[in-house]
């Protein structure tokens, strides 16, 4: 068998910033002179593939799950959303966004898809989501 050391389930990595109060927040896998690192998102389009479980200070190790299609997770939804919703990264330029979701907005721009909500849900609330990496979606004026 090919598949050795490999990790299934949660997975420590450094902190990259402070995420001590990030928890259940989507994180993106980055490096910092080789060594990886997790960070919440600054772009629309990052590739935020990991849930924090338990977040820590910067260069301290926190635990984070990789999300898959295999399991719904809950994430921190701004605004509403009803079931069959297509979730993306909220607005890391605003603040107190990073690392949560909207509801695809109809707004002119590029957004990266991360899941489909399972639940009605409203703003603030963890919602229950199946995560599906459907990546970039254009929306045109």
């Known amino acids: 068998m090919s598949q050795s050391n490999i990790k299934f389930g949660p997975v420590p990595f450094n902190c990259?910033?402070?995420?001590?109060?990030?928890?259940?927040?989507l994180v993106v896998l980055g490096h910092s002179t080789g060594t990886p690192q997790m960070t919440l998102p600054d772009a629309l389009t990052?590739?935020?593939?990991?849930?924090?479980?338990?977040?820590n200070a910067v260069d301290e190790t926190g635990y984070f799950?990789?999300?898959?299609p295999a399991a719904n997770v809950r994430l921190p939804l701004i605004g509403t959303c009803n079931?069959?919703?297509?979730l993306v990264l909220a607005d890391p330029a605003v603040a107190g966004q990073p690392g949560k979701v909207i509801v695809l907005p109809e707004t002119a721009g590029t957004y990266r898809a991360v899941a489909i909500a399972e639940e009605q849900g409203i703003d603030t609330q963890l919602v229950l989501a199946r995560p599906a990496n459907l990546g970039l979606i254009t929306v045109a004026e």
């Open 83 to 86: 079931p069959g919703d297509t």
């Open 16 to 25: 990259g910033e402070d995420l001590t109060a990030a928890a259940d927040h």
């Open 65 to 68: 799950l990789p999300i898959s």
């Open 46 to 55: 990052d590739h935020a593939l990991y849930l924090v479980l338990e977040g």
